[in-house]
């Protein structure tokens, strides 16, 4: 057999082994995500703080911020629930790798090069309550926390596409769906919710 061949047939069971760990991961976290609407009000929340920023009339905007605070109390109670369940499941199953190169199995090959997406999720449901716009004590906190909020939202999306398919692919997709970079969201969520994700983060790189 020549080397050709042999990386040939190396490559092919490589994806075909990533592909089949990707929708493993895929399949679980969509299991746990089904009861709830998350990602529909996350699109409601992020659509309403871009029509309330670019609002000018101040009556409308004050009719607008309560409606988002309700949205919002829905999004982190219903987050919050699903982090607290996903955190039941075994560590082997919620380890997503850190390594630069999307290879299958890396997790259990090497699990220290890897990040534990339970307590990630942890992380967002506690940012996303500290960020509630609806506890802001006027205009301008509630547009800093607007901000804010989005950005966690958007790590928060990351952090899913990260463990279903890499960390390459989540910033990717960011850029993509966003036009926003993953290094920028990092520069926008809180500090605190930073300082705990790169512990998180580089503890296991």
Not at 22 to 30: E, I, K, P, V
Not at 60 to 69: D, G, N, T
Not at 184 to 197: F, R
Request: proline letters at 3%.
């Amino acid at each position: 057999m020549d080397f050709l061949t042999l990386a040939i047939i190396v490559t092919t069971v490589l994806y075909v082994l990533k592909k089949q760990e990707q929708r493993q991961h895929t399949q679980l976290l969509a299991q746990h995500l089904a009861r709830f609407q998350i990602e529909k009000l996350m699109a409601n929340l992020m659509e309403g703080y871009l029509r309330v920023i670019g609002e000018k009339d101040a009556q409308r905007r004050e009719q607008i911020w309560p409606v988002l605070a309700n949205t919002e109390s829905s999004l982190v109670s219903q987050f919050q629930r699903f982090a607290e369940e996903f955190a039941t499941l075994p560590a082997e199953q919620t380890r997503a790798s850190t390594l630069p190169l999307a290879l299958p199995y890396m997790t259990r090959v090497l699990p220290l090069a890897t990040m534990d997406v339970r307590e990630t999720m942890k992380l967002h449901a506690q940012a996303l309550a500290a960020a509630r716009v609806g506890d802001a004590a006027d205009e301008e906190e509630r547009k800093r926390r607007a901000f804010t909020m989005t950005a966690e939202l958007m790590l928060m999306q990351h952090t899913c596409h990260w463990f279903c398919r890499s960390r390459t692919v989540a910033s990717m997709r960011l850029l993509a769906r966003h036009k926003t970079a993953y290094e920028q969201v990092l520069q926008s969520i809180a500090p605190g919710t930073l300082k705990a994700y790169e512990k998180l983060v580089k503890a296991s790189s």
